[in-house]
């Protein structure tokens, strides 16, 4: 069996602070693969990044960047100096390797970002 | 280019009824799913299909029925609406790249009150 687990549920900060958002993943397989997705208020599902578990490099695009740590099952994302845009529900999400299997993510329950000015 | 498109956006059934939720998809994708969206609960799997005339069951099935008799079209179908089953409902298509699975690409979502 596969769960994602998003322990913050609400999270609140001002305008330019940095916030960190966590994601703990469990699977028996070797090989998986993890997601974030945005969810603005206007109800879209907004992909924002992919990891393979096999490649544990991080990465930085712009603001966001993500830290991927298979020795504690986490892949947790940071928005650098956080705009009022950036409020939304982030989820996280996770995919064994099979043939299909990304037909059948696996989502934590999502975490709500208010960005105050 | 159209991606994942469902229809209706909105619906509102009385408890019994039947209906089905259209999602399309113009990306030539093999996989295919629903989900729903309740408040706290995150997206919960519905139903799947890994490829044309290829359906199974996800986490939440009952009371849900799908076909994929296309590539294109996986239709969800509600046998006899009930209150539990107000949610908001969201179609995603996906494909198997070289490097792996890829991200799913979701249509815009149908929000169901059944009252």
């Known amino acids: 069996a596969q769960k994602v687990t998003q322990a913050q549920t609400e999270i609140s900060v001002v305008e330019k602070e940095d916030v960190t958002l966590d994601c703990v993943y469990e699977?028996?397989?070797?090989?998986?693969?993890l997601f974030w997705y945005k969810q603005p208020p206007s109800g879209e599902l907004v992909f924002l990044i992919r990891?393979?578990?096999?490649?544990?490099q991080n990465e930085i695009s712009g603001r966001y960047s993500w830290n991927f740590q298979k020795s504690t099952s986490s892949f947790n994302f940071t928005i650098t100096a956080s705009q009022v845009v950036d409020s939304a529900v982030y989820f996280c999400?996770?995919?064994?390797?099979?043939?299909?299997?990304?037909?059948?993510?696996?989502f934590g329950k999502g975490i709500t970002l208010s960005v105050r000015p | 280019n159209a991606g994942v498109t469902q229809t209706p956006k909105f619906q509102v059934l009385k408890t019994g009824q039947s209906m089905t939720l259209q999602c399309a998809q113009d990306?030539?994708?093999?996989?295919m799913s629903w989900y729903r969206q309740d408040p706290g609960m995150g997206l919960r799997l519905i139903h799947y299909?890994?490829?044309?005339?290829?359906?199974d069951q996800g986490e939440v099935p009952n009371g849900y029925n799908v076909s994929r008799s296309t590539t294109e079209d996986f239709p969800l179908r509600l046998l006899s609406a009930a209150p539990s089953q107000t949610s908001v409902y969201f179609c995603?298509?996906?494909?198997?790249?070289?490097?792996?699975?890829?991200?799913?690409?979701f249509g815009q979502g149908t929000r169901l009150t059944v009252v």
């Open positions: 995603a298509s996906s494909y198997l790249s070289r490097g792996g699975n890829t991200e799913a690409f």
């Open positions: 699977t028996r397989d070797t090989t998986y693969y």
């Open positions: 990891r393979n578990s096999f490649d544990e």
């Open positions: 999400a996770l995919a064994t390797h099979y043939t299909g299997a990304n037909s059948k993510l696996t």
């Open positions: 990306m030539n994708h093999e996989y």
């Open positions: 299909s890994v490829g044309a005339g290829i359906t």
